[in-house]
C-alpha cells in the first residue's frame, strides 16, 4: 500500500523514470520502505491504469527510449487524502524472525546466540554506514535543488533510523554481557 504513496510523494519533487525511481528509493526511502525494481514497475503500471500518473516517451539516440512518470491531477489529490489519514496503529507490523530465534535461544548453543548477535551488531553498524550516506547525500541534494525545507523533513526520518539502530546496537550489547554471564 504505501509503495504507491511513496511514488507518489516522490513524483511530486520532479518526473522521473522507473529507474530514477529506483535510484531515489535507494537514496532515500531504503531504511523505511524497500522497493525492489520489479515492485516499482508493475506499481507505475497500476498507477498509469488508475490515472495517477501519466507517462512520456523521451526518445534518445544513444540509449533505450525513457519512459517518465508525472503525477496527475487525480494522483496528487490521492497522495494528499492519503497524507491527511494516519493509521490509527502508528506501530509499524512486527515479524522479526531474529528476535523470533533469540526468544527459543535456550534451544541452540550459547556460543551459536553470541556469534550471532555480534553479527546482528556488525549489520546494524553497516546501515548506520549507509544511512550517514543517504543524509550526506540528502543534503547535497536539498542544497543543489533549493530543497532546504523538505530537507528538514528528511532528516527527520533519518534520526530516527539512526536513534532506533542505536538503540538494537545497545539492546544487543547488552545481551550478549548477559548471555557470557549466564549460568548453565
Request: charged fraction near 30%.
Amino acid at each position: 500500500m504505501s509503495l504507491k504513496f511513496g511514488i507518489l510523494g516522490l513524483l511530486k519533487y520532479e518526473n522521473m523514470s522507473g529507474y530514477d525511481l529506483q535510484k531515489t528509493f535507494n537514496s532515500s526511502l531504503q531504511f523505511m520502505w524497500n522497493a525492489k525494481t520489479s515492485q516499482i514497475y508493475r506499481e507505475l503500471k497500476g498507477l498509469e491504469q488508475k490515472n495517477y500518473v501519466t507517462s512520456t516517451v523521451i526518445e534518445q539516440d544513444s540509449k533505450f527510449d525513457r519512459k517518465v512518470y508525472s503525477i496527475t491531477e487525480k494522483g496528487n489529490e490521492e497522495f494528499e487524502l492519503w497524507m491527511q489519514k494516519f493509521p490509527q496503529d502508528l506501530n509499524a507490523p512486527i515479524r522479526d524472525e531474529f528476535m523470533m530465534r533469540i526468544f527459543f535461544g535456550e534451544f541452540i548453543e550459547k556460543y551459536e546466540l553470541s556469534f550471532e548477535l555480534k553479527r546482528y551488531i556488525k549489520q546494524q553498524e553497516k546501515s548506520i554506514e549507509v544511512l550517514t550516506t543517504i543524509k550526506a547525500f540528502a543534503e547535497k541534494d536539498a542544497e543543489e535543488n533549493k530543497m532546504e525545507s523538505s530537507l528538514f523533513y528528511w532528516l527527520l526520518t533519518i534520526r530516527r533510523a539512526i536513534k532506533s539502530i542505536h538503540a538494537e546496537i545497545e539492546w544487543a550489547d547488552e545481551t550478549l554481557d548477559l548471555l557470557q554471564n549466564k549460568e548453565d
